[in-house]
């Protein structure tokens, strides 16, 4: 299985959390940018002739901000440039404040088949607070716009003065106005961002509250049929992302635009993370990637084993052994020693139990340490 992402990384207006590279000040740039980035497809697209894709994923940024032609374009592009498999998953990110009728049609044209939606939060206020340009009832119309197709909706742990009557609020309004999936995460606060200074002042849940944020919003999202399937995503069985379970899996993905990460042939590379590089570089027939590096064994196994016990699935003992020639157990006896009774094993199947998944990180770390 292998997957294609696409940066846009154009917005209206960047959200106070935001660490991501986006441009709120650059959407003029957007169709010289989108020239370039069916450029990169192209080249990536012959370099890759031989593989065949499954997901296709535009994320960003806003890529509901952009002209709709100019994803129909891409697609375009993507369908002369790749072998996609028949049925392939087509994701795209949207703001609720971003949206229309004739987008919407644009976007369906294209072939998009799976949406991705931003709601975070069900309270205007809080919506406000984090800078977003939408309200609940823009969230209402969109969901109304893609009545019957395949959507996720984002909701956000984490949030000031966030309850539980709140996230009840904003779950209960994403499964009444048909969403098929849930990406429920917690809030991260990076340096640099408008939102720090809430951190920094103690205005913001600490991880015991947003812990029970989160085991609140599970139950909730599990009463109402969304089956958790990794630690921050629950779907209606058969409505998981086959894009993101292609990560957690391992499988190889082609980044292409500004900042985009690719894993192919056992190398992992990131595109120029400045926009004006990045153009520059593709209009001279050159490759926008930065940094390039294999992925030594020692690191894939460690990969592997992280990946793979973040997702309920779980790490199958077979799969490892077929990919590495080694067991579990030769690898990882002193960590498999240390996380036992957070662990549980079904068969071939070892899996973080339940109660422990939300704080995996805490139980990744032997394995991370693991002198090998």
Known sequence: MAGIYVHIPFCRHKCSYCDFVSYPDKITYAESYMACLYKELKMRGEELKDYEFDTVY???GTPSYIPPKLILGAMNQIRNCFKLKEGAEVTLE??????????VETYLKAGI?????????????????????????????????????????DVMLGLKNQTKEDVAKTIELAAACGSKHVSMYALTVEDGTPIYTDYLN???????????LYEFGRKLLEEKGFKRYEISNFAIPGYESKHN?????RGEYIGVGVSASSFMCGRRFTNTFDLDEYMKCVISGFYPAVTSEAVEENDAKFEFVMLALRT?????????????GSSLAEDFPNALKKTVKYLELNGDVLRIKDEYLYVQNSVLMPFLEEER
Do not use: C
Request: hydrophobic share 35%; charged share 25%.
């Open 312 to 324: 309920s699935y779980g790490l199958n003992m077979k799969e490892y052994k077929a990919a590495f």
């Open 245 to 249: 379970l292609n990560y957690w899996k």
């Open 113 to 153: 088949n799976r949406f991705s939606i931003g709601l975070q939060t069900a309270i205007d206020e809080q919506l406000a607070d984090l800078g977003r340009i939408h309200n609940v009832r823009d969230y209402v119309y969109a969901t109304n716009l893609l009545k019957g197709q395949n959507f996720s909706t």
């Open 94 to 103: 949207l703001n609720p404040g971003t949206i229309g009728e004739a987008k």
């Open 58 to 60: 535009f994320g960003g």
């Open 202 to 212: 103690g205005e913001l849940p600490d991880s015991d509250e947003v812990a029970e």
